[in-house]
T-cell receptor, first 110, second 114 residues
Framework: SQQGEEDPQALSIQEGENATMNCSYKTSINNLQWYRQNSGRGLVHLILIRSNEREKHSGRLRVTLDTSKKSSSLLITASRAADTASYFCATDANWGKLQFGAGTQVVVTP | DGGITQSPKYLFRKEGQNVTLSCEQNLNHDAMYWYRQDPGQGLRLIYYSQIVNDFQKGDIAEGYSVSREKKESFPLTVTSAQKNPTAFYLC?????????????FGPGTRLTVL
């Protein structure tokens, strides 16, 4: 079963704009991770936020976590064409056994 | 170069045949995982192994088998009992302890059953 669910399913923006996607989950977690997948490729880890953290930054990425609402958001600022990819959240409730959502497909047009 | 390799990239098989997908890592990771991805969907866990000579079923293990005889290798066999095997298969590895379970993924194998 999929624990995390991303919203929206798809997102189309222009270069320079910000992209925000959300992830909701159902059970308590140890940490939540965001991954990126380019078409037909493996996943690349972007950022991990622990259950006792509320916000984390990495370059143009900003992740928030609200454990009371069981939700997380990923913000990509000043998007580029190279950010075109699918983005997945994954929850870790069982020390390493990740549950992935269905992903948000992001298209950034020049 | 450190990383995870999967081979082959594309695999075709006839119905009724077993096929083995290779996954090798040189990251010295203890844990390894196999996932299945169907179009427009997230990843579903097939099997995982936290240590050599030990592995556990994931959410969709039926029709699949694995072995973990070496730390570096975690091959997946898709058997003829798997009713709908056409999918994209991803292997990953991680350090399983400490709560920082970032997983590192291979490039994937796309299996098509003809």
């Amino acid at each position: 079963s999929q624990q995390g669910e991303e919203d929206p399913q798809a997102l189309s923006i222009q270069e320079g704009e910000n992209a925000t996607m959300n992830c909701s989950y159902k059970t308590s977690i140890n940490n939540l991770q965001w991954y990126r997948q380019n078409s037909g490729r493996g996943l690349v880890h972007l950022i991990l936020i622990r259950s006792n953290e509320r916000e984390k930054h990495s370059g143009r990425l900003r992740v928030t976590l609200d454990t009371s609402k069981k939700s997380s958001s990923l913000l990509i600022t000043a998007s580029r064409a190279a950010d075109t990819a699918s983005y997945f959240c994954a929850t870790d409730a069982n020390w390493g056994k990740l549950q992935f959502g269905a992903g948000t497909q992001v298209v950034v047009t020049p | 170069d450190g990383g995870i390799t999967q081979s082959p990239k594309y695999l075709f098989r006839k119905e009724g045949q077993n096929v083995t997908l290779s996954c090798e890592q040189n990251l010295n990771h203890d844990a390894m995982y196999w996932y299945r991805q169907d179009p427009g969907q997230g990843l579903r866990l097939i099997y995982y192994s936290q240590i050599v000579n030990d592995f556990q079923k994931g959410d969709i293990a039926e029709g699949y088998s694995v072995s973990r005889e070496k730390k570096e290798s975690f091959p997946l066999t898709v058997t003829s009992a798997q009713k709908n095997p056409t999918a994209f298969y991803l292997c990953a590895s991680s350090h399983p302890y400490g709560g920082t379970d970032t997983q590192y993924f291979g490039p994937g194998t796309r299996l098509t059953v003809l």
